[in-house]
């Protein structure tokens, strides 16, 4: 299974960008998915989640603020940012708890898989 992000970018405080995270392989089904991030010299942080039925979690920072969607079809998971700030600056991960299928027939294993992780960074 992999995470490919892709969506960010520099922009000026205030400004938006829309983040994305597209999941592929040998997946069987997508459990929750979420978008994490890290500063520089800080530990990751989480930012939102979303799980298979919709509902969603959101750090303090960002609540109202950000918006975590998902389209099942798709594979994907979206992070829309308004309002950003320059304490937004990071590299943004994406996460997904995937029921991934192996090579023996009828087995699966769940796990979380990582995205690589795209930049976001903020001027004032």
């Known amino acids: 299974v992999q995470l490919q992000a892709s969506g960010g970018g520099s922009v000026q405080a205030g400004g938006s960008l829309r983040l994305s995270c597209v999941a592929s392989?040998?997946?069987?089904?997508?459990?929750?998915m979420g978008w994490y991030r890290r500063a520089p010299g800080k530990q990751r942080e989480l930012v939102a989640t979303i799980s298979s039925w919709g509902i969603t979690n959101y750090a303090d920072s960002v609540n109202g603020r950000f918006t975590i969607s998902r389209d099942n079809a798709k594979n994907t998971v979206y992070l829309q940012m308004n309002n950003l700030k320059r304490e937004d600056t990071a590299t943004y991960l994406c996460?997904?708890?995937?029921?991934?299928?192996?090579?023996?027939?009828?087995?699966?294993?769940?796990?979380?898989?990582w995205g690589q992780g795209t930049q976001v960074t903020v001027s004032s």
């Open positions: 392989g040998t997946i069987d089904v997508i459990n929750g």
């Open positions: 996460n997904a708890n995937v029921r991934a299928r192996t090579i023996t027939p009828g087995l699966t294993r769940t796990g979380d898989f």
